[in-house]
Structures are given as C-alpha cells and as structure tokens.
C-alpha cells in the first residue's frame, strides 16, 4: 500500500540540502549572516522595512505581545479559530485572551466581530489570516486606528498571500507586525522557525533585544562602554534565536515560493472543480479580488447528512490513502480554557458550528498529479 499522504508537508530539494551543508561546513552556525540575509530577504518580498527572525512563530508571537509593553490588566483579541499560538502569547505576557467570532464564509474574525469582542481594557488586536485567506485588513486597520490599539496580525499561513490592495501580506500598511510560521506543514519552511515583519524602528530594536535575553552591545545604546567585551542587559529577554542552518534553508525555500504557491493554486483549481457538485460537501470560500496562497484546503461537510461521523469518514479516507485534519478546534473550547478563563460553548456558535463541519484535506506543492487524482477519488466515494 502507498504511503498515506498528510493534509500538509514540505517540499525539500537537493539545492535545499546543499545550502545547508554549506553553512555546517563553512559557516557560523548561529548568529551569522544568513540570518541576516533571509531576514532582508523576507522584508523585501513582502514589502516591509524590517524583519527578524525567530526560532518559531510561537516565540515570535510572544515577542511580539511583549514589545508593545500593553498595561497591566489588558486583553487582546483573536480568533477561536486558530492554532492555540495565536491566544497564548496574550497570556504567556499575563493578559487575557478574548475571542471574536469567525465569519461564516472566510472563517477569518472581521472588523464588527472585533468590534463586538472588544471592552475597556482590550489593548491589542490579533487577527489571523485562515487557511491563508486574508482578514479584511483595511477594516480591521480602520477600526484599531479609530481606537488606537495596536494590530499583530498571525500570518502563520499566509505567507505569499496578497490584500485587497494587492499587497503582500506582511507589509504592515494596517497593522504595527506580522508574524510568520516556516514549520513544515506551512507553505515554506525552516525545519522550525518564525518571523516578525515591521516598519517601525523602534519596535524593531525591541525584538532584537527580546530575541536574546534583552541584552545589547550596540556602542549607541550602552550606559558607559569601557571596552570591548562589554554588554548590557537592558530589559528581560529571552533566547528565541534561529540558526543559520535554518535560515539557509529558508532562504532556499524562499527562492521557490512562488513556484509552491502556483503549484498550490492548480490543485485548489482542481479540487473545485470536481467538488463543486457534491451533495454533502462545500469546497472553500474565496473572497474576490484576493490573490491566496492557501495553505489548507478545508472541506465543510455535512456529516448528519451524509450519515457518517467525522472520525468514521476519517478512517475511510486513510484506508484510500488520504490523510486528513480537523483545523480548528475552537480555542476557547480547550480545557486550559475554559478553566482558566471560564470560557465554553457558545461564546463563538460560528465558530464552533464550522468546527462541526470542518475536514481539511491534502494540499501541499509537492502532491504529484496522481496524488491529486487519488485525493479526488476518495473524497468523492467517501462523502457521497
Ligand atoms: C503554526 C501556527 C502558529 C505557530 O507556529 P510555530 O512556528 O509552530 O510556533 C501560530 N499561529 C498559527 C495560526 C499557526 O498555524
């Protein structure tokens, strides 16, 4: 029997190995130069002055709550309908998570649902960018500068990804970061690794500094400097660092984004087209006008309907061969959750109704044509 294909994996390519044998023969393996260089390389494709690159997304996230140096006694607002990451920064820096329900057609939070979510002690807002489809941005954007509340917008998926305004995402024209994910099952990767992109300076030495252990050597920024060996630890930092092992990897795999992201768009062309007519199956919403680099293709299927349970028609579709997910089980409804914050079901019902109905199935660039044809196959006996 073949393989099990999984929702998401990495494409990596003997250039993708050499570029990182190179830096283990001949490089620095940490703080060297092509960190540096894939973090200008990031900045430059999506449009952004600065960027700095982390060990994850989840640190950088974390970093990124903490450089805003938000009140004590805030909360932020995000999704219930992402990666536990996207909440837990808010609390890892001791505000609260609160949550804005989804929209039901995109599944990303919106401008009112925000809106709705937010009270006098909201200090940040985190949107995320679903399955790679961008979050009305202009809105959102309008509606934090209305209330002068900063945005981090959790890009983790939508690296490639355009706005309205056919920007990249990551550009921060509405939002003061944007942090991306490079783990495997995200369209580019790092093996583990993250980014934060900005265009503020200031906010930008701060990251550096919160990076690695809040501690500079910058001659600019010392109190006294009585000789070389000197440094200073300003604030209290962490060590979120990359490698350079990884960047390299990266910047490898930036080199063929657009190519993923093509690849990407064929078999989403495909997968609508032979899904469109199923009875107890809706293929994914696109809002015109966006150019999306997907990173999941997720299914809503009607269950009931069909007179199957998920986890029997997930069983049925790995006995084909095709490995699916359920992306996401709605934040709020996690168990850390709800006895931390009391929250349950209910607070988010369009959330949670698309988590009911939720089935991703597998889109990565490096599916062959035949993989796609076996992916159709079984999706179309299974939930028929
Ligand atoms: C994957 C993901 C993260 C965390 O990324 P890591 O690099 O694994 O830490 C954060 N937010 C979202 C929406 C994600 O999908």
New binding site residues.
Partial sequence: MSPILPYGTQWIDDDDIAAVVDVLRNGHLTQGPKIVEFESAIASYVGAKYCLAFG???EA?HAAVKVLDLPEGSNGVTSPN??V??ANCLAYNGFVPKFADIDPKTFNVTASSIQRAIDDRTAVLIP?HFAGQACDMEAIGALARERHLPVIE?A??AIGSTYSDGSKVGCCRNSAMTIF???PV?TMTTG???AITTNDPDLYRRLQLARSHGITKDPKALSKNPGPWYYEQQELGYNFRITDMQCALGLSQLSKLDRFRARRKEIIARYNREFAGMAFVVPPYETPGLDSCFHLYVLQVDFAGLGKDRATVMKELSEHGVGTQVLYIPVHTQPWYRKTYGYGLGDCPVAEAYYEKALSIPLFAKMTDSDVDKVVRAVKLVLA
Wanted: overall charge negative; cysteine-free.
């Fill in positions: 994850n997304a989840t996230l992402t990666f990451a996207s995320v959790d983790a998926h994910s490079f783990h995200k583990e690794g993250g």
